[in-house]
């Protein structure tokens, strides 16, 4: 396995908010892989993870382990997984969803909604994190 080369955290990806992302202390949104995934190297996450792929495809190792996502298809990772080889077809779309560990907490802090939550993030990752400008 290669070296890690970077770690992801709330304040890395502070760093590489552009233009068409959003992030405040509790998350971090982005349509763009390479702002989570620089240079094609092995990253550890230090942050809760949700890869949506919307079109093409996306193959990365997860923990060592080969995966590959086509459209419709999304990845929840957890903190301290390392993430390495991504790579993505000329037409993929994602949405990146990063989140902290205090976001978890306050989402589990009122349990009444939290597996409502979860399930609509699964139903439609799409609509639950991103919303288009208008």
Same mark, same amino acid.
């Given at each position: 396995m290669e070296e890690i080369i970077r770690h992801i955290h709330m304040e890395m990806l502070q760093a590489h908010c552009d233009a068409q992302s959003y992030i405040d202390d509790y998350m971090f949104l982005t349509e763009r892989l390479e702002n989570v995934f620089p240079e094609n190297r092995n990253v550890k996450l230090e942050v809760f993870l949700m890869l949506y792929c919307e079109e093409g495809e996306?193959?990365?190792?997860? $923990? $060592?382990? *080969? +995966?590959?996502?086509? *459209? !419709?298809?999304?990845?929840i990772s957890l903190? !301290?997984?390392?993430?390495? &080889?991504?790579? *993505?077809?000329? $037409?993929?779309?994602?949405?990146? @969803? #990063? @989140?902290? $560990? +205090? @976001?978890?907490? +306050?989402?589990?802090?009122? &349990? =009444?909604?939290?597996? =409502?939550?979860? #399930?609509?993030?699964?139903?439609k990752p799409h609509q639950a994190f991103w919303r288009k400008p208008e």
């Open positions: 996306v193959k990365l190792e997860l $923990n $060592n382990v *080969a +995966r590959h996502l086509q *459209a !419709n298809d999304l990845l903190p !301290n997984t390392i993430i390495g &080889q991504v790579m *993505a077809s000329p $037409n993929h779309k994602v949405k990146v @969803f #990063c @989140f902290s $560990n +205090r @976001f978890i907490q +306050r989402l589990t802090q009122t &349990q =009444k909604y939290s597996w =409502k939550s979860i #399930c609509y993030i699964q139903e």
